[in-house]
């Protein structure tokens, strides 16, 4: 028999969707289908977790394995699922509220740990199934129903929070770039350890237009670079615009100004084990600097579910018991008479 050849709508279950109308959950949803098509990983070899939220709703509409698991608990639930069935590709959909407040101490330690699983990280900035409180995303100063005045504290940045937590595999993408956006996805599975997607999302009931700034037609080409592994760091909408070194820090320079070339600009190397460009470029926040978009990290190493398969295995060669009886008889017993 050959290949089958799977057609995003083979991950499509037959619920239907129930998010708010132009809600950005539906972009990803989109692009993830399309992304699992890209894989050609068999639905049945699938498990999407999640935790509670909006964007928790998400594995009713795959056909695939799922589990709706509880508030904040997602990654350790989907890090059980891939320990012990390391063959299956594991998903977790989170949002800024779910993955980063009640559920950030079990995002560091998958991120630290390793585990092969791909989160994908929906950021609006905004608490928006509880009906519009602010987030651990939220900016300094945001009005909201539990911050009538404003807040007062700064808002955790997902890309920092990740390569601080020693992430391998970060990138990011915005809810309607349909056609990036399975790509970056399918990239993010074939990665051997944790990878983290930040979705830049729009909430159209409590958040609407946060993101307007550097997404809306207009402007995005010039308030952000999508960075591709191994090209220079151009951007802009004549692609006339680059990012280059300025002593420890970066600047965007017009190429053919003030002295630069196109030889002054930056290559995007993802696979640099050294976290601090990475960092610097997923800082960029679309003011002096645009918002980098695609693959911001990608670096090997070993991963947590996998090192533990290796290590069941070389325990079991040494202690090769194979039934229950035989594991209870193995050590220091005696007979009672």
């Known amino acids: 028999m050959g290949q089958i050849t799977y057609q995003p709508k083979d991950y499509k279950s037959s619920q239907l969707v129930r998010w708010c109308p132009g809600c950005g959950d539906y972009g990803v949803l989109n692009s993830l289908h399309k992304a699992m098509a ?3 990983i068999a639905p049945h070899n699938i498990a999407v977790i999640s935790g509670i939220g909006c964007s928790s709703r998400l594995p009713y509409y795959m056909n695939t394995y799922g589990f709706h698991t509880i508030h904040g608990r997602g990654a350790a639930i989907a890090t059980g699922v891939k320990v012990a069935n390391p063959n ?14 009640i559920g950030g101490n079990h995002f560091i330690h998958a991120v630290r740990r390793n585990v092969d699983i791909n989160i994908l990280l929906m950021n ?3 608490y928006g199934l509880t009906k519009g409180q602010y987030s651990p995303t939220s900016d300094r100063g945001f009005v909201s129903k539990s911050s009538p005045f404003g807040t007062v504290e700064d808002p955790f940045r997902p890309a ?6 020693r992430g391998r595999f970060f990138a990011r993408i915005i809810d309607t770039d349909i056609k990036n ?22 909430c159209v009931i409590f958040n609407d237009g946060i993101n307007e700034k550097i ?3 207009d402007v995005r080409s010039d308030k952000t670079i999508f960075l591709h592994h191994g090209e220079k760091m151009v951007f802009g909408k004549d692609n006339n615009r680059g990012i280059v070194q300025d002593g420890f820090n970066l600047k965007a320079v017009t190429i053919g100004e003030d002295g630069y070339t196109l030889d002054d600009v930056l290559t995007h190397d993802a696979t640099a084990k050294d976290p601090t460009l990475h960092l610097k470029l997923a800082l960029m926040d679309g ?3 645009p918002v980098a978009l695609g693959i911001i990290r990608d670096v090997e190493a070993p991963a ?4 533990v398969e290796a290590q069941i295995k070389q325990v079991q060669a040494k202690k090769p018991a194979r039934t229950l009886k035989e594991f209870l008889m193995s050590g220091d017993v005696w007979e009672v008479k």
């Open 215 to 217: 997404t809306a037609k």
């Open 160 to 165: 920092e929070l990740t390569i601080g937590a």
């Open 124 to 126: 609006n900035k905004i």
């Open 304 to 307: 947590y579910d996998a090192e």
């Open 287 to 289: 003011e002096e600097l």
């Open 181 to 202: 956006s399975p790509d970056i996805m399918a990239a993010a599975a074939r990665h051997k350890g944790t990878s983290v997607v930040e979705v830049i999302l729009n």
């Open 88 to 101: 299956l590709s594991v998903w977790l959909s989170t949002g800024d509220g779910d993955c980063l407040a």
């Open 38 to 40: 890209e894989l050609g």
